[in-house]
């Protein structure tokens, strides 16, 4: 015991930690403002499972580092209360926290625990220690900080065990005891010393133990382990469901609206947060279908790019914070572009925007909206882009639609079927929302008919706008151009209002995301379901009963990011398929963790000019899934095209068919009288 060395310890540790963190905070105040404090249950409800309960980190192919990191997490809560007590002692022997004095049965269970957690987190700092120095696995990035840091954990926890073990010699207690695992498996490791040198020992321990504990402190917000810090506050400010899949919308009626992310200023508060916030572990590239195919992203190398970005700009954005008028559009107009050396053009035009990097991040960073983001200053402002997005732009433009067909060939597909027009003034129930691809793409023309071959047998009230439909604008958000989507947006919800629309049904998910969750900032709140979803509804309501669809033919199913990912829709496809008697052999990747078509976030439209074609890699592994033939199944335009062209590209047109979720049920249909039909007839 030595208050003046330990008040002295504190101040020279605890007084550097202070500045430090407040100058890594500071140019956050410069970035866009963004509301984060609503709905504080949900927030804290997401903390408990994602932040405190580490719900992330139990995938199966991930398993062992997550639950390494598990230990260590768990052992830093449970010894926060330790290092409070031991800076105690620190100032008197008698100290002690309220409630957990070591004669107390609530102190001597916590000191139990304790025991228990300094073992385990010493098992998980080396295990981590081996996979940095010997196993060096591709997706870390090793760094000497990450193993400084760790060498930090095991020496905490062996001075722990080291000042534990010296007090049970010099108490004469030697032996094990389960009241103390780890104190006393020290004390049995030390038996051999005297009690002088078992003094000195403890002593030492204790003092170095302290003062590792401060360097530890000083060295977090120098560098990635800031998320030490960071990453719970991550978690509690994540965005919110419903919605959470939309992109906010730009105002662009302001004088001062800010079109995109020009420089690090344009970003809002919180993804300067996730820069900070990111681990490094690499989870996010796994299964990005950008990044295992050969492209130039990674969303944790974007992360660690804007993270250094952010402090090189440190001085610039503090002096931004605090400037006003004209000198803060000058102090932000001398900012470098990211475009220009932090994240390359190649790297935000790769990404198809499926989500997998937001699912798999077990601190809940957001780093599509900000990939979108830098789109948007391309389009909007730099008017910058692959060619085949400015086409795309042209044909919506003028067409109402992507391939740039006549708007009045739009009821084509429907030609023979005496459809109901939402126009003719007759009640009906759902809008049969057809989409852009299953209007104009002869290939999904057939999806559409099937569709509306389903809603008539299970007796459904529908209709369809026809002429009147517009595309939802999903492709021209994703690429960048939000004033078109806007435009597309402001049409839709003017013509449902015409029309009273309570309910749409749609085929394409990317038509069910803009639908449902981005439509309502423009005043557009419906009940919008997948064709899936309501197949799986009329057959538990018993309006649809279905035979055979494939008879015995092999199938697997591939979950489009937009409907699982996205929308949570997962499980309704397969008990469509169910229903249709199709046994559905899982993929290895699948549901919320299924792997992209390659077709998301508008690269339907571009070329796919760098690295290997994602659709290849994505029939492969359903090829395998099948042994060689099958069908997949599918329940997403885009994702039919992409899949059927990857089959065709491999040489598998003989084997393996691509077919969609409505076609297996409407065959199901004719085959529960009249016997198994052909695939897809």
Not at 15 to 31: D, E, G, S, V
């Amino acid at each position: 015991m030595s208050p003046l060395a330990t008040a002295l310890l504190l101040a020279a540790g605890l007084a550097p930690f202070a500045w430090n963190l407040a100058r890594r905070l500071r140019p956050l105040r410069a970035l866009r403002a963004e509301q984060r404090l609503d709905r504080p249950l949900a927030r804290l409800s997401g903390l408990l499972r994602f932040g405190l309960a580490q719900r992330r980190l139990f995938d199966r192919e991930e398993l062992v580092p997550g639950l390494l990191h598990v230990l260590v997490f768990g052992a830093f809560l449970v010894l926060a209360l330790r290092t409070v007590t031991l800076f105690g002692l620190g100032f008197s022997e008698a100290f002690a926290l309220p409630g957990l004095a070591p004669s107390s049965p609530a102190g001597r269970a916590y000191l139990v625990a304790k025991d228990v957690v300094v073992l385990a987190a010493l098992a998980g700092a080396l295990g981590f220690l081996w996979r940095r120095l010997v196993t060096k696995p591709a997706r870390l990035t090793l760094s000497v900080e990450g193993t400084l840091v760790l060498g930090f954990i095991v020496a905490l926890m062996l001075t722990e065990l080291a000042f534990d073990g010296a007090a049970r010699l010099r108490a004469g207690e030697v032996g094990w005891s389960a009241a103390a695992p780890g104190g006393s498996l020290a004390a049995l490791a030390m038996s051999g010393l005297s009690l002088a040198a078992a003094g000195l020992l403890g002593a030492a321990a204790f003092w170095l133990h302290l003062a590792v504990v401060l360097a530890f402190l000083n060295v977090l917000p120098l560098g990635k382990h800031f998320h030490v810090l960071t990453a719970l506050p991550n978690v509690y400010l994540r965005a919110l469901p419903p919605g959470a899949s939309a992109l906010r919308p730009l105002d662009l009626e302001r004088e001062d609206a800010v079109f995109g992310t020009r420089s690090v200023a344009d970003l809002s508060w919180k993804e300067g947060l996730d820069a900070y916030a990111c681990t490094e572990c690499g989870r996010c590239q796994t299964h990005c279908p950008a990044h295992t195919t050969g492209k130039p992203l990674s969303a944790k190398e974007v992360n660690r790019a804007v993270r250094a970005h952010l402090r090189e700009q440190e001085r610039p954005l503090v002096a931004l914070a605090a400037a006003g008028g004209p000198a803060r559009a000058e102090l932000q107009a001398a900012l470098p572009a990211l475009a220009d050396g932090v994240v390359q053009p190649d790297t935000f035009w790769s990404c198809t925007t499926c989500g997998w990097c937001e699912t798999a991040c077990p601190v809940l960073i957001e780093n599509v909206p900000r990939l979108v983001d830098l789109r948007r200053q391309a389009v909007l402002v730099d008017a910058v882009m692959p060619d085949e997005a400015g086409r795309i732009f042209r044909n919506l433009e003028t067409q109402g639609n992507p391939w740039g067909i006549g708007s009045n060939k739009r009821t084509e597909w429907c030609e023979g079927l005496d459809v109901p027009r939402a126009a003719s003034g007759e009640p009906f129930e759902w809008l049969f929302f057809v989409g852009c691809a299953g209007a104009f793409d002869e290939r999904q023309k057939k999806v559409s008919r099937a569709i509306v071959r389903i809603l008539r047998e299970a007796g459904v009230s529908f209709a369809i706008l026809g002429d009147e439909e517009t595309c939802t604008g999903d492709a021209a958000r994703r690429l960048g151009n939000e004033y078109l989507f806007q435009q597309q947006a402001r049409a839709s919800v003017e013509t449902f209002g015409r029309y009273g629309v309570r309910k749409i049904l749609v085929q394409c998910p990317h038509c069910l995301n803009t639908l449902r969750n981005e439509l309502p900032a423009f005043g557009g709140r419906y009940e919008v379901v997948h064709h899936a979803e309501l197949v799986d509804r009329l057959v538990a309501e018993g309006r649809l009963t279905l035979g055979d669809g494939l008879g015995q033919v092999r199938a697997t199913y591939h979950d489009p990011c937009y409907l699982a990912r996205h929308n949570g829709v997962a499980e309704a496809p397969r008990r469509a398929l169910a229903a249709a008697g199709v046994q559905v052999t899982e993929l290895p990747r699948s549901g919320r963790t299924g792997f992209c078509c390659g077709a998301g976030g508008g690269r339907m439209w571009l070329e796919e000019k760098l690295g290997t074609r994602v659709n290849r890699s994505r029939v492969d592994e359903a090829a395998a899934a099948l042994g060689g033939a099958g069908v997949i199944a599918a329940a997403c335009p885009f994702c039919i095209t992409m899949l059927k062209d990857g089959v065709a590209e491999t040489g598998r047109e003989e084997a393996i068919h691509v077919l969609d979720v409505a076609e297996i049920v409407a065959t199901a249909m004719r085959t529960r009288t009249a016997g198994t039909q052909t695939p897809g007839a």
